[in-house]
């Protein structure tokens, strides 16, 4: 019904036939039985019983893997979650989200989440990043596009993670560990405490720039 298997240094969820519930109810027994084996690890979700969950049963999957430390890399993933009536179509590849937000259209990388970055979990998007929350210290995240966090940055942050120097990073207060854009790295300034407003970071000549965000006005891509 559901089985767990390493490939590529991921965790691989094969879903069989079987009921939502089932697939919860086992997934919080392999979870609470080895937390060590799955905190911090790249999970995949396959399996024709995907073909069965509804859009919102999936979130909650998805969730309760995030909940536990765990980071999605559902780029790799294929199988089609059912569309409920009146709903955008969704693919687990398309919409690795952890909340009630629209479906991302097929094909799109882009991970949003609802919800805090506690110390010591990482997140990686083929994509960009947004989060509505704070991203914690010790936090990381990497992105092969922008960084946009609607909260604290306290942790390290990767935009361009595959050498992109236009992608940006931003934040409503802007204080991390680390910054990079593509190979360059900037790290925490002295300065660490809030700033009445946002900030981005983007690359000028080569360096990490920090700057007040100003509304429309971007560095130029």
């Not at 767990?4 to 697939?23: A, M, R, T």
């Not at 893997?65 to 993933?77: E, K, P, Q, V, Y």
């Not at 922008?146 to 909260?151: Q, T």
Request: proline share 5%.
């Amino acid at each position: 019904m559901l089985k767990i298997k390493g490939l590529n240094d991921s965790l691989v969820i094969v879903f069989d036939k079987g009921s939502f519930e089932d697939y919860c109810s086992m997934l919080q027994e392999k979870i609470g039985a080895n937390k060590q084996l799955f905190n911090g690890s790249r999970v995949v979700f396959r399996g024709e019983g995907l073909r069965n969950l509804s859009h919102d049963e999936m979130i909650k999957l998805q969730k309760l893997c995030l909940d536990n430390g765990m980071i999605l890399n559902n780029t790799a993933s294929e199988s089609k979650v059912k569309e409920k009536p009146n709903s955008p179509a969704a693919t687990l590849s398309a919409q690795p989200v952890v909340a009630t937000a629209p479906a991302a259209p097929p094909g799109n990388k882009d991970i949003i989440i609802h919800r805090n970055l506690r110390s010591g979990q990482k997140l990686h998007s083929e994509g960009s990043v947004v989060i509505w929350g704070d991203v914690h210290e010790s936090a990381e995240i990497t992105a092969a596009g922008d960084i946009i966090i609607l909260g604290t940055l306290g942790g390290i942050a990767h935009a361009g993670y595959y050498g992109n120097d236009n992608s940006i990073v931003f934040a409503l207060n802007l204080v991390p560990g680390q910054i990079r854009i593509g190979n360059k790295i900037s790290r925490a300034s002295d300065d660490q405490t809030k700033r009445p407003y946002p900030e981005i970071a983007f690359l000028e000549n080569g360096s990490i720039c920090v700057q007040e965000y100003v509304s429309g006005k971007l560095p130029r891509r």
